[in-house]
């Protein structure tokens, strides 16, 4: 019949115009790249508006996106076969384009005078935003694709295995262009964020010296604000919002980990209005990055560094003893940042025995102890004390004997301690194990201090059971430094109470012994 005749004809003009098909997408390829090195040669600045630009080979490498788009949704053809082999040859021309779009744009900048190979960062001006904005501009383009290309009507006809197979081959093409972009752009974000920092660390350490200094919110913050104002202003008007966004926030959590470091490793005393004045200052710089509704949500402004921040500063308003507690919460999270640096470790087992109203500490032995003696090796014993101690005062501290030159000792001396449940379990209760070297006819010398942290101690009804329950650990030995003082030490320190002088004064004892074995 006729109409058999002419399908077998579609048939075999289809099985013909495959191979040219495939040449015709290899071409393709060839003068879309050939396109993006010609245009990215022959950039210039286009204006958006009166004051955000772009170059012209963002435009122009978004028209042959959509010239591509446009392509394929004239050759669509009925057969959804020939679709599973055309759409991921043109995606990938797509991809293709972005990604060396993206790369050439980058090495553009470094072929010019716009990175500091010994900063290792590009040089903030005109064109780096220009630059910046173009990448966003295709990247904005890049995100749209999927969604015009019309996957449910272009797979229509297909069995589920077969679109399922063909859309994750596309959303693999497209999610590495997208990698790409995001990769190229954070390079240029990550470098302006880089060189504001330094000026930023200069302009907060001052507003926070000031703030020390008894000066008031408004006259400490001056510098920093004018800084912030006369920068951020140059990048609201230049960068598309997305950019601009995206830096803001990096700036924004940079301001408040430069503030938290910088209050952390204060060595002075502060007064009590210190920690005020300084909750209405970082009230005052998040009002400024809300930048009139352009700048951040309150969403982002209200991310884990403030909350860190905020913690931090809401110490002063502590009971001494719960600031005792904070001092060695925050000591035991440095004790597993820094356990490169111990002295040694120590290993212990414990378990609370509710019939007898007792926790059982068992030192079973340390390790790696270093030489204390002149001709080497150390005598070493354990000190066992629980803090706050003023919670503990019935409580003795309690050592073990020494052990003859040995930097690796066992011990498996049992200390039973009669505690409540409740004190036990409190959060920031602690064992402080202290390390010391047994001299005959000099003051025995300090080794190290290990932390144990008490609030998640087995319990068992008796001692029956206590073998099952029974958990060991072992923990490094520290030497306490006090160059570096938190928080709750300089809140501490500025306060009068028993517990605040007896603390301060124990623990500024204890650095000196430190540092007298350096």
């Avoid at 996106?65 to 021309?93: S, T």
């Avoid at 928080?487 to 004892?509: E, M, Y």
């Amino acid at each position: 019949p006729e109409c058999a005749r002419l399908d077998l004809q579609l048939h075999a003009f289809k099985n013909w115009f495959r191979p040219l098909e495939s040449f015709c997408m290899d071409m393709a390829e060839f003068e879309a790249l050939s396109l993006v090195k010609k245009v990215v040669q022959i950039n210039e600045m286009v204006k958006i508006d009166e004051n955000v630009s772009y170059g012209t080979a963002a435009v122009d490498v978004v028209k042959t996106m959509d010239q591509i788009l446009k392509l394929w949704h004239q050759l669509r053809i009925l057969n959804p076969l020939d679709n599973l082999f055309l759409l991921p040859r043109l995606v990938a021309i797509i991809v293709l384009i972005v990604k060396h779009f993206g790369a050439a744009m980058h090495l553009k900048l470094k072929d010019k005078p716009l990175f500091s190979e010994e900063e290792g960062a590009f040089f903030v001006n005109e064109e780096l935003m220009v630059i910046l904005n173009s990448l966003e501009h295709v990247h904005q383009r890049m995100r749209q694709v999927k969604g015009d290309l019309k996957l449910r009507e272009a797979f229509c006809s297909l069995s589920p295995e077969e679109a399922g197979r063909t859309e994750a081959e596309i959303d693999s093409c497209l999610q590495a262009a997208e990698s790409a972009m995001s990769h190229q752009s954070s390079n240029i974000l990550d470098s302006i964020v880089k060189q504001m920092y330094r000026d930023l660390w200069v302009n907060v350490k001052t507003a926070l010296d000031k703030l020390a200094s008894s000066q008031g919110v408004d006259d400490a913050l001056a510098g920093l604000l004018s800084y912030l104002a006369q920068n951020l202003h140059v990048l609201c008007k230049e960068l598309l919002h997305e950019s601009f966004i995206l830096i803001i926030t990096e700036l924004w959590s940079s301001v408040l980990e430069v503030m938290l470091s910088l209050i952390e490793n204060n060595e002075s005393s502060v007064g009590p209005d210190y920690f005020t004045k300084m909750d209405a200052a970082i009230q005052m710089i998040k009002i400024f990055f809300l930048f009139d509704g352009n700048g951040l949500s309150q969403a982002k402004l209200n991310n884990e560094a403030l909350r860190d921040l905020q913690e931090e500063l809401s110490v002063y308003s502590e009971e001494s003893i719960d600031v005792v507690r904070r001092y060695f919460r925050k000591e035991m999270k440095k004790a597993k940042r820094q356990s490169s640096a111990s002295v040694g470790t120590v290993t212990v087992s414990l378990v609370y025995l509710e019939d007898v109203r007792e926790l059982h500490l068992t030192l079973i032995e340390a390790k790696d102890l270093p030489d204390m003696d002149t001709g080497g090796g150390c005598d070493p014993y354990f000190c066992l004390s629980l803090e706050p101690a003023e919670v503990f005062s019935q409580i003795k501290s309690q050592k073990t004997s020494h052990v003859p030159k040995a930097k690796s000792p066992t011990f498996n001396h049992l200390f039973k301690l009669p505690l409540s449940l409740a004190d036990v379990e409190r959060a920031g209760t602690v064992a402080l194990l202290r390390c010391v070297d047994w001299d005959r006819f000099t003051a025995d010398d300090f080794i190290g201090e290990a932390i144990l942290d008490l609030s998640s101690v087995p319990v068992a009804e008796n001692s029956a059971v206590a073998k099952e329950l029974v958990r060991e650990v072992t923990i490094p030995l520290l030497r306490p430094a006090g160059d570096s003082v938190p928080i709750p030490f300089q809140v501490l320190k500025s306060r009068s109470d028993g517990v605040a002088r007896r603390f301060v004064k124990q623990r500024t004892d204890l650095f000196e012994m430190a540092k007298e074995q350096i």
